[in-house]
Nanobody, 126 residues
């Protein structure tokens, strides 16, 4: 069975950092692009970034560029989202997802992703 599990969320003060992890199992992880999404209370889900499967090309939403960094370790079947300079508006549940479509590029559209993990809560508050 395909399984994805995001972890690493928590309560952090504005300006702080967190590193979220996405653990994958049940499929050939290195054949899939990984996307990170978030859903804030009362808002539509948002794609924040992704990393391709073929050459680790990354794309980011404008709202997080320069603050979020995505990486992957295919040997460990893991993907990561390093988030820094956190703002209260970054408060959301963060999810990872995978897609077969993103070999040399990747999409921030939810419809491009077919497997989703359970999210992890990130709360930015003083």
């Amino acid at each position: 069975d395909v399984q994805l599990q995001a972890s690493g969320g928590g309560l952090v003060q504005p300006g702080g950092s967190l590193k979220l992890s996405c653990a994958a199992s049940g499929f050939t992880f290195n054949d899939y692009a990984v996307g990170w999404f978030r859903r804030a209370p009362g808002k539509e889900p948002e794609g924040v970034g992704c990393i391709s499967s073929g050459d680790d090309t990354t794309n980011y939403a404008d709202s997080v560029k320069g603050r979020f960094t995505i990486s992957r370790d295919n040997a460990k079947n893991m993907a990561y989202l390093q988030i820094s300079s956190l703002k209260p508006e970054d408060t959301a549940v963060y999810y990872c997802a995978t897609s077969r479509q993103g070999v040399w590029d990747c999409s921030l559209l939810r419809t491009s992703y077919d497997s989703w993990g359970q999210g992890t809560q990130v709360t930015v508050s003083s």
